[in-house]
């Protein structure tokens, strides 16, 4: 399972160029999931996986899209998602 996260890190960016691409947002939805209910090294690939996302901006040009009429955009969806999941990241902390 922690290779599978890891794949999914890849397929929503690309860490080496340092780029995300539109569905980041909903790779990093995902990982928080997975943060919730998985543990040991899958749930450390995900808490990693979701380090990189923040890390790192949106290619150029996939900035934003729009779907059902709703304007998204990525690295603000990305972003909101963290503060959202401030008490599930400190009941990780708390064990």
Known sequence: MARGVAALE???GNGHAGVLY???HLGAAV???VVEHWRDEVR???LTSLLELLDVE???GYETYVTR???VDV???IHRQV???VPLLKSVIDG
């Open 69 to 71: 009429g709703v304007r």
């Open 58 to 60: 949106v290619l150029t």
């Open 83 to 85: 503060p959202e999941a």
């Open 44 to 46: 450390e690939q995900a």
């Open 22 to 24: 539109l569905v980041a």
């Open 10 to 12: 890849d397929s929503v």
């Open 75 to 77: 690295e603000e969806a």
């Open 31 to 33: 990982m928080l999931g």
